[in-house]
Nanobody
Framework: QVQLVESGGGLVQNGGSLRLSCAAS????????MGWFRQAPGKERELVAA????????YYADSVKGRFTISRDSAKNALYLQMNSLQPEDTAVYSC????????????????????WGQGTQVTVSS
């Protein structure tokens, strides 16, 4: 069983930056494709960014492309999301997710394909 714990959320002004972290335990970190999702009040959960098992490939939603960077550190069993130029519409609960992937390079883009989820961390961007 994989446990995921997010941290790093908070309140930031428009244009500011935050770095989210996701600590993974209970599994072999390098075997899992991972992603960051967010859910704003009244909206569906959406994929923000995804990364392959070895970090060779990454995907970004159009809304965050060029502003957010996903990365992973297998030595620390950690997933990160660096968020720059934050905007009020980025306000949401951000969650990390993991799922076993047999392929080193494959990203998982469908939220229904993720097996393990963290509890989430709130990000609020003031205007």
């Amino acid at each position: 069983q994989v446990q995921l714990v997010e941290s790093g959320g908070g309140l930031v002004q428009n244009g500011g930056s935050l770095r989210l972290s996701c600590a993974a335990s209970g599994g072999t970190f390098s075997m899992y494709a991972m992603g960051w999702f967010r859910q704003a009040p009244g909206k569906e959960r959406e994929l923000v960014a995804a990364i392959s098992r070895i970090g060779s490939n990454s995907y970004y939603a159009d809304s965050v492309k060029g502003r957010f960077t996903i990365s992973r550190d297998s030595a620390k069993n950690a997933l990160y999301l660096q968020m720059n130029s934050l905007q009020p519409e980025d306000t949401a609960v951000y969650s990390c997710a993991a799922t076993f992937s047999p392929m080193l390079w494959k990203m998982v883009l469908n939220k229904d394909d993720y097996r393990y989820w963290g509890q989430g961390t709130q990000v609020t961007v003031s205007s």
